[in-house]
């Protein structure tokens, strides 16, 4: 019996047997006392039945709940070391990301400058159309006067 539960005790780092009697029938609960923090792996094994029906069986039952606990074990230490892994290449991904958009990012007057110009052309389309004909001699006229030669904003709006 000792040998069945060797291989849960060193999969779990711990194992608390209880025993109780439940009229004529024994009560064997095997709890695993891990240091784990998933649930799953100390999911108790409850085994209820007459003193000689657990000579005969509880090795047998023992050792398959042992076996499922290891390869239960296995699978959290595989997903936890592959969860792990990515959480280290995001990390990883995301600062390389902040320190080249630093570099990358141009000086701009702002954006709300722009946006700003944007919107003014989309809600005013109407407005631009009209004033489109009158716009071209009063952007020529700063031009002649040796100034900027862009768009005089305020014909735009008047």
């Known amino acids: 019996m000792f ?9 779990s780092g711990k194992v608390q047997l209880t025993l109780k ?7 064997v609960i095997v709890v695993p006392q891990g240091e784990g923090k998933e649930a799953a792996l100390r999911q108790p094994l409850v085994l209820t039945a007459t003193a000689a029906e657990l000579d005969e069986g509880f090795a047998a039952a023992v050792l398959a709940y042992s076996s499922v606990h290891t390869s239960l074990a296995e699978q959290v230490a595989a997903t936890t070391a592959i969860l792990q892994e990515a959480e280290k290449n995001s990390a990883s991904k995301a600062q390389k990301s902040l320190a080249k958009g630093s570099k990358s990012i141009p000086a701009k007057s702002g954006p709300a400058n722009g946006e700003n110009a944007d919107e003014g052309e989309d809600d005013n389309d109407d407005d631009d159309r009209s004033t489109s004909a009158s716009a071209a001699p009063t952007s020529t006229a700063p031009a002649e006067a040796g100034q900027s030669s862009g768009t005089d904003l305020l014909s735009l709006l008047s």
Do not use: F, I, K
């Open 3 to 11: 040998q069945q539960l060797e291989a849960l005790v060193r999969a």
């Open 21 to 27: 009697m439940d009229n004529d029938r024994m009560v």
